[in-house]
């Protein structure tokens, strides 16, 4: 069975930096997509950033381009998810995916089977 195991949430001033992993478990050998995904107060569930276990391309979301970095251990399945320049519009609750496959990187929620538990974010301002 695929697991996900998430975790480094917390709280942070705004232009303060954190940083989420996120441990996978049953994909064996296979290449796979870990995605990030958050749900503010009040909204919808967004891609954050996206990764391949292939090649390590990567997608970000707009609002967090150039802020936020995505990146994969291999050796250790796990991604990261480093957060820095925070912004209080970043607070929500942050959940990786994880989807099998290498055809293409999957950058929507919908595309991803496995999912972890979420962790909280709050940034103040």
């Known amino acids: 069975d695929v697991q996900l195991q998430a975790s480094g949430g917390g709280s942070a001033q705004a232009g303060g930096s954190l940083r989420l992993s996120c441990a996978a478990s049953?994909?064996?050998?296979?290449?796979?997509?870990i995605g990030w995904f958050r749900r503010a107060p009040g909204k919808e569930r967004e891609t954050v950033a996206c990764?391949?276990?292939?090649?390590?391309?990567?997608h970000y979301n707009y609002d967090v381009k150039g802020r936020f970095t995505i990146s994969i251990d291999n050796a250790k399945n796990t991604a990261y998810l480093q957060m820095n320049s925070l912004k209080p519009e970043d607070t929500g609750v942050y959940y990786c995916?994880?989807?099998?496959?290498?055809?293409?990187?999957?950058?929507?929620?919908?595309?991803?089977?496995?999912w972890g538990q979420g962790t909280q974010v709050t940034v103040s301002s």
């Open positions: 049953g994909f064996g050998r296979e290449a796979y997509n």
């Open positions: 995916a994880a989807v099998p496959g290498l055809l293409y990187l999957r950058v929507g929620a919908a595309e991803y089977d496995y």
């Open positions: 990764i391949s276990s292939s090649d390590g391309s990567t």
